[in-house]
C-alpha cells in the first residue's frame, strides 16, 4: 500500500496508524465504562417492573391500540381502531379525511378492564369514531376524546351517555388552524379545577388552554415538523416552543406545568400550566430521536415514564420504556417485554397507575396492550440470588447500593475491547510484513492492502407516511 513511497515512510505511516487505532480504542472504551458506571449509580430500584404476559382476554380482537388510561376505579380503558387503519389513502394533501363515506367504527373501541382479572367489564364507543387517537380520563371518570379523522375533541360523561358527548370542540371533518379549529390532535390534559388543554397536533404544532366550559384561554407553539412546515428553520438546535408533532401530555400538578411530548423532535417540553412559559426541557441520547408518550409522577422529587418508538435516524436505540428523573435528566429505570418475540414495535401511548405500581403501554402494531408490574422487595432479591440476569436482562439494586453492572453495557464494552485488540493485531502484522526482511519473496517486498468494509446505512428517505404514522 504505502511501499510507492518507500519503506522508511511506510514504516512511519503504519506505526502512526497503529497508534491512532490504539488510542481510539481506549476512548471507546472510557466512553463505555464511564456512561456505564453513570447509569449504575443512578439506577433506582423504586422503578423495578416486571412483565405480565398474557393478561389480556385472549377471545377480544382488538385493532391497532391508539391509547390506554386509568379511570377513576382504577381499572384501565382500551381505545382502539377496531377494523379501521391509518394508512397513505386515509388523507388528503389538505389533511382531510377521504373514506368517510365508510362510516364510523362498528365496533366497540373502549373497553373497560379490571387490571387484577383482565376481564372487559364494560364497552362502548361503537359506531361514533373514525380515528381515535388519545384517551384521558379526569379524577371526575370524564372521558376525554382526540379523533384525528374528525379532527375533534369530546368530553364524554358515561355515566350519563356513551353516545352523546357532554362537549364537542373543533368542527367535523374539517382540519383548521383558527381558534376554532383543529387538525388532527392528539391529545389531552386536564387540570384538578376544570380547565384542560388539547395538543393540536399533526398539523398545527401547538397547545391550546381552555377553561372548564370549553372557552379558549390561551394558545402557545409553532409547528417544526419538516414535513408540513411552510418556513425555513433557523440553523442550530431547535428552540422551545417550537413542535414536531406535540404527540401527548401529561399535568405534573405538584410542579403546575404541563409536559409535551414532542414526538420528532425526541424530546419533553414542560411549560407553566398558568400561562405556558417554558419551564424546562428533557432529553436523553439513550432515547433516541422520537417520543412517542409521557407520562408524570411525583416519585423521587418528579420523574417522567416516557415511551420511544421506531427511530429514523443512524445510530438507532432499541424500543424501550424510560424512566427519566426530573431532577438529573438521567434514566434511572427502563421497562420493556422480557420476550423478544413480544418485544416492542409500535408503542404510542402509556398509562402509569397513580401508585406507579402498574404501567400499561399500547401498540398500534401489533395490536396488544403490555402490562408491567412493580416489583417488590422480597421479589427482587430472590430473583436476584437465583440467577444472574434479572427477568427484564437488567440488575436490581437497592437505593442503598450501586448497582451491579448492566449485562448489556458490559457486553459493549467487552466487544469494544475485542474490536480494538483484533485492530490492533492485524496492524502489528501489517507492521511485521513490512519492517522484516524475511517477509521478502525474490527480493521483492509484496504489496498487501486492508480489505475495505462496507457499510450499509439504512436508507434514510423515508415515505411521508412512514414519518407522519408510525402515528
Same mark, same amino acid.
Given at each position: ?5 518507500? /519503506? +522508511? ?49 385472549? @377471545? ?34 389538505? $389533511? ?9 367504527? *362498528? ?6 378492564? $379490571? ?12 359506531? !361514533? ?10 379524577? @371526575? ?26 362537549? +364537542? ?27 384542560? !388543554? ?5 398539523? $398545527? ?37 417550537? !413542535? ?7 399535568? +405534573? ?17 414542560? !411549560?407553566? +400550566? ?25 416519585? $423521587? ?50 398509562? *402509569?397507575? &397513580? ?7 399500547? &401498540? ?11 416489583? @417488590? ?27 451491579? &453492572? ?30 522484516? /526482511? ?34
Amino acid at each position: 500500500m504505502f511501499t510507492q513511497w518507500g /519503506p +522508511a515512510y511506510s514504516r512511519k505511516m503504519l506505526i502512526w496508524l497503529l497508534l491512532t487505532c490504539v488510542i481510539i480504542g481506549e476512548q471507546q472504551f472510557e466512553t463505555v465504562a464511564d456512561s456505564n458506571t453513570t447509569e449504575a449509580h443512578l439506577w433506582n430500584s423504586d422503578h423495578d417492573y416486571e412483565y405480565v404476559p398474557e393478561w389480556f382476554p385472549s @377471545n377480544r380482537t382488538l385493532g391497532s391500540v391508539s391509547a390506554v388510561a386509568f379511570d377513576a376505579s382504577g381499572n384501565i380503558v382500551v381505545f382502539h381502531r377496531g377494523s379501521h387503519v391509518w394508512d397513505i389513502n386515509s388523507f388528503d394533501q389538505q $389533511n382531510r379525511y377521504l373514506p368517510i363515506s365508510r362510516g364510523p367504527i *362498528v365496533e366497540s373501541t373502549l373497553l373497560v378492564v $379490571n387490571n387484577q382479572t383482565g376481564t372487559v367489564i364494560n364497552e362502548w364507543g361503537s359506531n !361514533f369514531f373514525y380515528m381515535p387517537h388519545g384517551l384521558t380520563i379526569d379524577r @371526575n371518570d370524564s372521558y376525554w376524546i382526540t379523533d384525528v379523522a374528525m379532527h375533534q375533541v369530546f368530553k364524554f360523561n358515561p355515566t350519563v351517555s356513551t353516545t352523546e358527548p357532554a362537549l +364537542a370542540l373543533g368542527r367535523a371533518f374539517q382540519p383548521g388552524s383558527d381558534i376554532h379549529s383543529f387538525c388532527k390532535p392528539t391529545s389531552v390534559a386536564v387540570l384538578d379545577n376544570g380547565d384542560f !388543554f388539547v395538543a393540536d397536533g399533526y398539523c $398545527n404544532g401547538r397547545i391550546m388552554k381552555y377553561s372548564s366550559d370549553g372557552r379558549l384561554v390561551l394558545s402557545w407553539g409553532k409547528n417544526s415538523f419538516v414535513l408540513t412546515i411552510s418556513y425555513k428553520l433557523p440553523k442550530g438546535p431547535i428552540p422551545e416552543n417550537f !413542535f414536531a408533532i406535540p404527540h401527548a401530555l401529561t399535568y +405534573a400538578a405538584d410542579k403546575d406545568i404541563l409536559c409535551v411530548a414532542d414526538r420528532e423532535q425526541g424530546r419533553v417540553q414542560c !411549560f407553566n +400550566a398558568k400561562d405556558g412559559t417554558f419551564h424546562s426541557m428533557y432529553s436523553h441520547p439513550q432515547i433516541g430521536s422520537r417520543i412517542f408518550s409521557v407520562k408524570y409522577s411525583p416519585m $423521587n422529587g418528579g420523574v417522567l415514564y416516557i415511551i420511544n418508538g421506531p427511530q429514523f435516524t443512524n445510530g438507532t436505540r432499541p424500543i424501550q420504556g424510560f424512566i427519566l428523573s426530573m431532577q438529573s435528566n438521567q434514566i434511572i429505570a427502563r421497562f420493556f417485554p422480557n420476550n423478544p418475540q413480544l418485544a416492542f414495535s409500535n408503542p404510542h401511548e402509556l398509562a *402509569v397507575s &397513580e401508585n406507579g405500581n402498574q404501567i400499561y403501554v399500547a &401498540e398500534l402494531s401489533p395490536t396488544v396492550v403490555h402490562k408491567f408490574k412493580r416489583k @417488590n422487595v422480597v421479589q427482587r432479591f430472590s430473583q436476584q440470588s437465583q440467577s444472574p440476569l434479572s427477568s427484564e436482562m437488567f440488575p436490581v439494586a437497592t437505593d442503598s447500593k450501586t448497582m451491579e &453492572e448492566n449485562p448489556y453495557t458490559s457486553t459493549l464494552m467487552i466487544v469494544s475491547i475485542v474490536g480494538s485488540l483484533l485492530t490492533t493485531s492485524c496492524l502489528l502484522f501489517c507492521v511485521w510484513r513490512t519492517i522484516c /526482511p524475511s517477509s521478502t519473496v525474490s527480493g521483492r517486498r509484496p504489496r498487501f492492502s486492508t480489505a475495505v468494509e462496507n457499510i450499509s446505512l439504512r436508507n434514510l428517505n423515508h415515505s411521508e407516511q412512514e414519518l407522519r404514522e408510525t402515528v
